[in-house]
């Protein structure tokens, strides 16, 4: 099969994956669920799991993993020599999983996090839990090691997610940057505006739940140069900094101040890092459905792909949750602001 041949494909195959997935109209049809085992028919509708409710939710939510990443694979094997880009993005659970999988070693918990199952894409020895020397040695994890094999001690829970992060996006960032133009025009504006709103939402994070200052959070941030007035992706995140988090006004100047909780009209004020993260999801999901069909035989139209699938899937795991917490499945939407 020739590459344009692969491509069509690629992209014929993404389109059937989309068709019945649950966003834009079909996604009103979650409001339809009204207990999980009604979204796990809703979803899995040849599969019959007779599960009490309370362990329904744990395998529920990993099915719904499993199948977002089946349909990424699914169009990642369409080649016969994958992309890198597109593998990396797959392997966005393997560096999510690692930071679990470490965090829960560090805290010396008894039970091994789930992980999910990449296949051949995956490097990291998760069955080695909770040896994690046994885990990474060998694969480009390994530079969390000391001399003796040992995670370094100074790498405490958020120190790993920064410096898994800043490694991910890195890796992504310099894959990208080295494509033709003509392949990464929408992928380069939506992974942008993704990584500046990563390190806008880890930066609001850190300064409600962490306490921390300003110049603690800017060790923290993903620093990836780019061209233009923003000299760095971090740039934004940086810039919010000089903002009080108890005065909504105080923001009004700043790019992503659309997506803050609103103002309480004359009542208590405070910025609210989940809000913010909702919000900034559904504007990456909108970015990458509008550029979906715009360029279809470039690897912009995978890219966008892969982020609605794992958009549809936050969506489908977070309905899982707020039923398992007895709200209703319009509840749930009107709280992520997704509107069907």
């Not at 491509?7 to 669920?33: D, N, W």
């Not at 993993?65 to 349909?71: G, I, M, P």
């Amino acid at each position: 099969m020739q590459r344009m041949g692969e491509r069509a494909y690629a992209y014929a195959k993404a389109c059937g994956i989309i068709g019945k997935s649950f966003v834009g109209k079909r996604m009103k049809g979650l409001e339809s669920a009204h207990r999980l085992s009604e979204l796990d028919r809703l979803v899995f509708p040849l599969e019959q799991w007779n599960l009490p409710e309370k362990e329904l939710l744990h395998n529920l939510e990993g099915r719904i993993t499993d199948r977002a990443v089946n349909s990424i694979i699914s169009i990642v094997e369409c080649f016969s020599k994958p992309p890198e880009l597109l593998t990396l993005l797959l392997r966005s659970y393997e560096y999510a999983d690692l930071k679990n999988a470490l965090i829960s070693a560090l805290g010396a918990e008894k039970t091994a996090p789930a992980h999910t199952d990449l296949g051949r894409y995956q490097t990291v020895r998760f069955e080695k839990w909770p040896d994690v020397r046994a885990m990474i040695e060998g694969t480009e994890f390994e530079f969390l090691l000391d001399k003796e094999g040992v995670l370094y001690r100074e790498l405490g829970s958020v120190q790993l997610q920064t410096v898994l992060d800043r490694r991910y996006y890195g890796a992504i960032w310099n894959s990208l940057s080295g494509m033709p133009q003509g392949d990464r025009q929408a992928a380069e504006k939506i992974l942008s505006a993704e990584i500046s709103l990563r390190n806008s939402g880890w930066a609001l994070r850190l300064r409600s739940y962490y306490w921390m200052s300003a110049e603690e959070v800017k060790l923290h941030l993903i620093d990836i140069p780019v061209k233009g007035p923003e000299r760095s992706l971090a740039q934004d995140a940086i810039r919010c900094l000089e903002f009080p988090l108890d005065n909504f006004s105080s923001w009004s100047s700043w790019r992503w101040k659309e997506f803050l909780n609103p103002d309480a009209e004359g009542g208590y004020w405070h910025a609210d890092a989940r809000h913010f993260q909702n919000s900034a999801s559904r504007y990456l999901f909108h970015l990458a459905r509008h550029h979906f069909h715009l360029r279809p035989f470039s690897m912009d139209t995978i890219f966008c792909f892969i982020k609605i699938k794992q958009f549809e899937e936050d969506v489908l795991t977070s309905g899982a949750e707020g039923l398992g917490m007895g709200l209703s499945s319009r509840e749930i939407l009107s709280m992520l602001g997704v509107e069907p």
